[in-house]
């Protein structure tokens, strides 16, 4: 039964994520133990148990089987699958999944037009202008981007 006062969709976040990243540095060894996982967010092990368990009946996590001569043995290695990676590079469906307590309900689309407005609206020259607005455009391009936006205004909340 987990035990810790952490919203399990947060866990389940910080399970995906780290086991993304992990996939992203290391595509041909991208398996991780509950430990590796629960060492890096202080996450006590009945709550890594439980929602890693969810996550793999959900089709997000893949827990590595290790064949031998004598039959099948499960181990204690996941890695996140295809249907993981695709959700959590999509923000508004890993956020329907997985929905933190307090939901930012913004597009990428209408962050860019609002910082877009605010760039142009700032006392610069017009080349300094499009220079920053073309980094910025770049940054909000990367697939978890969007996330790590969501996550500072988070921050910046307080929350």
């Excluded at 996939?23 to 996450?43: A, C, M, N, Y």
């Excluded at 999944?97 to 939901?103: E, L, R």
């Excluded at 930012?104 to 910082?115: A, S, Y």
């Excluded at 910025?136 to 500072?152: D, E, G, I, L, Y």
Aim: charged residues 25%.
């Amino acid at each position: 039964m987990p035990t810790s006062s952490i919203d399990h969709n947060q866990i389940r976040r910080k399970i995906l994520s780290t086991l993304y990243e992990k996939f992203r540095q290391e595509p041909k060894t991208p398996w991780l133990s509950k430990i590796d996982i629960g060492v890096d967010h202080e996450i006590p092990t009945a709550d890594i148990n439980w929602n890693i368990q969810y996550l793999c009946d959900k089709g997000f996590v893949e827990q590595s089987i290790v064949n031998l001569r004598m039959g099948s043995v499960v181990s204690d290695k996941y890695k996140i699958t295809s249907y993981g990676i695709d959700i959590i590079e999509d923000p508004s469906e890993f956020n329907q999944a997985f929905p933190t307590s307090v939901q930012i309900n913004i597009t990428v689309d209408q962050l860019r037009m609002i910082f877009n407005d605010v760039v142009e609206s700032a006392s610069l020259p017009p080349e300094e202008k499009s220079g920053i607005i073309e980094e910025f455009n770049k940054f909000m391009s990367h697939p978890v981007a969007a996330n790590m936006v969501s996550t500072m205004l988070l921050k910046m909340m307080g929350m």
